[in-house]
């Protein structure tokens, strides 16, 4: 089991910046890929990166690419997401997520996922 707690939201400006934490603990972190994904209201909930286990190989969304950074470390077992340059329509419940699946773009890929935590951009 890997049990996963996000925490550093809140409320921005459109511009700002915001750095996500999520604190893994349970089995061997670094075998897992972590991903971050988020959800509207009254949408569904959608990828917005992940990095591999090695920390070497990190994915995003074309949504975010360029504003959004993820990291990892394992020492610590946190992976970090890193938002600038924020806008309103980045605006969700932001959720960590675990994989050992090869796949790390769907939900359905995902096994373990954090509570969430509320990210607000103000225009």
């Known amino acids: 089991q890997v049990q996963l707690v996000e925490s550093g939201g809140g409320l921005v400006q459109a511009g700002g910046s915001l750095r996500l934490s999520c604190a893994a603990s349970g089995r061997t972190f670094s075998n897992y890929a972590m991903g971050w994904f988020r959800q509207a209201p009254g949408k569904e909930r959608e990828f917005v990166a992940v990095i591999r286990w090695s920390g070497g190989s990190t994915y995003y969304a074309d949504s975010v690419k360029g504003r959004f950074t993820i990291s990892r470390d394992n020492a610590k077992n946190t992976v970090l997401l890193q938002m600038n340059s924020l806008k309103p329509e980045d605006t969700a419940v932001y959720y960590c997520?675990?994989?050992?699946?090869?796949?790390?773009?769907?939900?359905?890929?995902?096994?373990?996922w954090g509570q969430g935590t509320q990210v607000t951009v103000s225009s």
């Open positions: 997520a675990a994989t050992y699946s090869g796949n790390y773009f769907t939900s359905y890929d995902y096994a373990y």
